[in-house]
């Protein structure tokens, strides 16, 4: 078994191509940014290319608490599934809050877990909570450096019930897990998720997306 944690890589280029938190949305022609239910604009937080595919993940956080980003059916977030081929920066909206302060690289790292190897008395292992505690951390140490995780691509939810997976507004087929995002690594590159952890859902064959928090 192998989790694909998005590692902090330092600052990046505002229209990078590559995995990135933050920075300016790449989209088709004809692309409109998204707008909330409260009349502002929703927030850019992540560019992840999905082999053919890109995710582009936007959250409100005009008034953080009031609009619920949390929720997979509200308005206050948007997980678009773009071709790769052909995209483009977006024009952003001159008011509201619309951009975070500094774009973030992300380098994908593989770490092997093999479940066979935890600890009984802790319970059932969590792929992704295992790989995030250990990354970076020496032997002998309790911790390792947790912040510098961003996230994980493919895999499963994390500790997530199956009564909170979303369903395509589509076709109403469940979803496929695509990613988690952590809130980011310091004041100017993180979103604020309430604290929580992000998970991003994809139907492919219908081209739709869906974002939570748990």
Not at 4 to 29: E, F, H, K, T
Not at 82 to 99: H, M, Q
Not at 111 to 139: S, T
């Amino acid at each position: 078994m192998q989790t694909n944690l998005m590692i902090y890589d330092g600052p990046a280029p505002a229209d990078s191509d590559a995995p990135r938190i933050g920075g300016v949305p790449l989209a088709p022609a004809g692309f409109v940014w998204p707008v909330c239910g409260c009349g502002g604009p929703l927030q850019f937080f992540a560019h992840l290319p999905v082999e053919d595919d890109v995710l582009s993940v936007f959250l409100c956080q005009n008034d953080p608490g009031a609009c619920e980003f949390w929720d997979a059916s509200s308005d206050a977030n948007r997980v678009h599934l773009f071709p790769r081929e052909g995209l483009r920066p977006v024009a952003v909206p001159e008011s509201g809050l619309a951009l975070l302060p500094v774009a973030s690289a992300i380098r994908v790292h593989g770490v092997a877990f093999d479940p066979e190897e935890a600890d009984e008395e802790e319970g059932e292992p969590d792929a992704y909570d295992v790989a995030r505690q250990g990354w970076g951390r020496e032997p002998g140490e309790r911790f390792g450096k947790q912040r510098e995780v961003l996230g994980s691509l493919g895999g499963s939810p994390s500790y997530l019930e199956d009564d909170r997976l979303p369903a395509c507004p589509s076709c109403a087929g469940t979803m496929e897990f695509a990613a988690h995002l952590e809130e980011g690594m310091s004041r100017e590159t993180a979103m604020n998720l309430g604290g929580q952890l992000g998970y991003v859902f994809v139907c492919r064959a219908c081209r739709e997306g869906a974002f939570l928090t748990d």
